[in-house]
């Protein structure tokens, strides 16, 4: 059989109704998260001094505020999708889905698209909602900096690629887990370990240059266009459901 | 068994055929478009509605007309008025239904039930016993494997008994004539004087036994022959008749029978 891209969208469909009746899911990514990354980096920006405008601590302060928009998209699906098959097999669907003739291919994507729909939903609504705010009410200086194209390139390319190692790393450990809250805690630390770099290259402690982004950029698509087939070779359903190989 | 089966797991050797498919790790998408499984619990998303669980399912199977599906499999388990509850909200025996209509969905050419009354209530229960008698009516190969054996007499035309390995399949009728001689089993008013005299006179009585005063279990080669001559016998000869019948063994005889005495070994 071939994969079926019907199969990818009833599991897209039923994750997508599921959220949105999780209350966890619904107030972690549309109040907590919302709320929390707007103030951090509107607060960053709007309590520096005038006299900070012209020196370094303000490439700093930008820094950390694009940084917390570059959290976002790796913390919200981290969680997510480090349930995605634990979760199902602790509440007794896993065993009924994989009876049925997806594939494990199908099963992964589908999740994975699911997961990063939100993500992607709240990931720029947040950062368009920065954006709103500082060009309404931020110094015109402060405005060239964070409207500036090198920075609009980082948040809008690293979105959804921070987003892709985040799901495909988060399902990889969910198949090997045995527990949704040990999947969830590994899944949030592997999450950030892209976001180091990104991090330093914010803060200027790596010289953040074009090329060097677009490298950074293409390693991050890279592993996130085979993630897939990486997952679905880890994705053992005899073991998922007997729990151990026998 | 079922796992097996439903290429969920792989066998350890042997090989076997499924809706004419052969078991291998290539063909298990294939074969698991063709069977229905239902696992013992029903393993419903509990946040989605009836109505969203089925149409998850429908999906997954890639079936046409959707909507009339469903709604054609929850009317053969009477949930057609449930379909808007969310399943979290519903009861264990309606979960179950829930989850028998589910596996009706894709209209499968063989349907496998994994314990299919485990924890429900005895009203609940019969209520599963009379979906499964509807489908084989309805011509639904159904593999149910049960650990209540009445369940497994009330529902199989065909059983298998296993106890490691597989020791006996049979109709329940031949395993109990392979297992048991037919006895019928006579109850009068008070105890025969002479017995063995009157049972003597009646043909196709081999053996008899008294369990019980005035009550007499006898070995015949056909109880339906051998009955009639029997009641005029005692009738002639005095006694008061309260009951004749074919004492009937349950499987579960025929299951304690084979484990006891190693009669699954020698067959």
Known sequence: ?246 | MIRILGTLIKPTFGNATVTGISLSRETGSEIRARISIMPETPGLYLRLTVWENLECFAGLYQLSHVNERIRKALASVNLADRQNELCGSLSKGLRQRVALARSLLSDPAVLFLDEPTSGLDPVAAHEVHDLIGALREHGVTTLVTTHRLEEAERLCDRVAIVNTKLLLVGKPDTLRADLFSRKLEVRLSSRLRDPSRVFSEVLGVKHWEEPEAGSYLLDVEDPDLVAPPLIRTLVGCGADVLAVGERRHSLEDVYLQLIGDGAGERK
């Open chain 1, 1 to 246: 059989m071939t994969f079926s891209w019907h199969r990818v969208g009833a599991i897209v469909k039923k994750e997508l109704k599921d959220y949105r009746r999780n209350r966890f899911v619904v107030i972690l990514t549309m109040t907590v998260l919302p709320l929390v990354f707007v103030l951090l980096p509107v607060i960053q920006l709007f309590t520096i001094r005038v006299s900070e405008i012209s020196s370094s601590k303000l490439d700093t302060r930008i820094g950390i505020s694009l940084l917390y928009m570059l959290i976002v998209p790796a913390i919200i699906p981290s969680a997510l999708s480090a349930y995605s098959v634990i979760g199902e097999r602790e509440q007794g669907t896993l065993e009924p889905l994989l009876t049925t003739p997806i594939r494990s291919e199908e099963l992964l994507v589908g999740k994975a698209l699911a997961v990063s729909i939100p993500t992607l939903v709240v990931a720029y609504a947040i950062y368009g909602i920065f954006l709103i705010a500082v060009g309404a009410f931020a110094n015109p200086a402060l405005q060239v900096v964070v409207f500036g194209q090198a920075h609009l390139l980082v948040e809008l390319l690293f979105i959804p690629l921070l987003a892709g190692w985040s799901i495909w790393v988060g399902i990889a450990i969910s198949t090997r887990s045995a527990d949704v809250r040990v999947a969830q805690q590994l899944s949030v630390f592997a999450s950030l370990a892209p976001l180091i770099i990104v991090a330093l290259l914010a803060l200027n402690v790596i010289k953040p240059t074009l090329v060097l982004t677009l490298l950074l950029a293409a390693g991050l698509l890279v592993l996130d266009s085979v993630g897939w087939r990486l997952v679905a070779l880890m994705f053992d359903r005899e073991r998922l459901i007997v729990g151990e190989p026998r």
